[in-house]
């Protein structure tokens, strides 16, 4: 005779190991959820008692996939969706803005580098002289048009 002593299972353990045998008793193979599809593995079922294949049973997983999305799956993949799309769109419009303000800096370094080649043109020494050429000119224009 062994001395061993019989340690009593949790009685979870329990009701899990006879759900598992129940569905074994009674199974047939179901489209593969994901838990036995990353592990390679036959996906079986109870036709009736039972929403996990055998594998998620045994492995004590709370929820199989072999029947599909659930609404809430559904709903949160759907919402992983929408947040993904916002944050696109808002990429988006920080991106045409940025570009924008790049076209009006090019502009606006095209047109000083104009104006300092105007002013280096006519021998004067800062733009406050060119822009003072300039409107006299534009003035004494504009009076010959009179």
Known sequence: MSDRVNKSRHKKTEQ???LWL????RCIEMPTCSFCEGRKTRCL??????SRCTECIRFKRGNCDMHGLSPLQVEKIVAQHSAAEAALDDAEEELERATAKVRRLRKQ????AEKIARA???DLDTIEE???????ELAKEQQARA
Do not use: G, N, P, Q
């Open 16 to 18: 899990t190991t006879s």
């Open 22 to 25: 129940i569905a074994l008793s």
């Open 45 to 50: 079922s109870s036709e009736k008692d039972s």
């Open 109 to 112: 370094r095209k047109l000083w």
């Open 120 to 122: 280096v043109h006519r």
């Open 130 to 136: 060119l822009d003072r050429v300039e409107a006299e």
